[in-house]
């Protein structure tokens, strides 16, 4: 079975498994070793995130400071920040595609 990654708030992740394979979302807490509260800010809001299988979860290598700094000293983050937060390594990620020409 392969190693679970260590995960940790307000790192960026890209589903493997289920309905919303393929998305990117971010990791608002962990639940234990095994499994990770996830919420993209619009479908998956804050107050409602899924809980998914680490092992179904692909880090992009990417934390977002601010959502982090926000989980670390009040708990909580904005739908909004989750919402930027995304959008912004989605156009990167979409750049990086087009310069390698994919």
Same mark, same amino acid.
């Given at each position: 079975?392969?190693?679970?990654?260590? =995960?940790?708030?307000?790192? =960026?992740?890209?589903?493997?498994?289920?309905?919303? $394979?393929? %998305? &990117?979302?971010?990791? &608002?807490? =962990?639940?234990?070793?095994?499994?990770? =509260?996830?919420?993209?800010?619009?479908?998956? +809001?804050?107050?409602?995130?899924?809980?998914? /299988?680490? #092992?179904? #979860?692909?880090?992009?290598? &990417?934390? *977002?400071?601010?959502?982090? *700094?926000? #989980?670390?000293?009040?708990? +909580?983050?904005? /739908?909004?920040? #989750? +919402?930027?937060?995304?959008?912004?390594? %989605?156009? +990167?990620?979409?750049?990086?595609?087009? $310069?390698?020409? $994919?």
């Amino acid at each position: 079975m392969t190693e679970p990654s260590k =995960l940790s708030p307000g790192e =960026l992740v890209r589903s493997r498994r289920g309905k919303d $394979e393929g %998305q &990117i979302a971010v990791v &608002i807490a =962990l639940v234990d070793e095994r499994f990770a =509260l996830v919420a993209d800010g619009d479908k998956r +809001r804050f107050d409602r995130p899924k809980r998914k /299988n680490v #092992l179904h #979860l692909e880090p992009l290598g &990417i934390v *977002n400071d601010e959502v982090a *700094n926000s #989980l670390r000293d009040t708990g +909580r983050v904005t /739908n909004g920040k #989750l +919402r930027f937060a995304i959008g912004s390594v %989605q156009r +990167r990620l979409e750049a990086h595609a087009e $310069e390698k020409g $994919e």
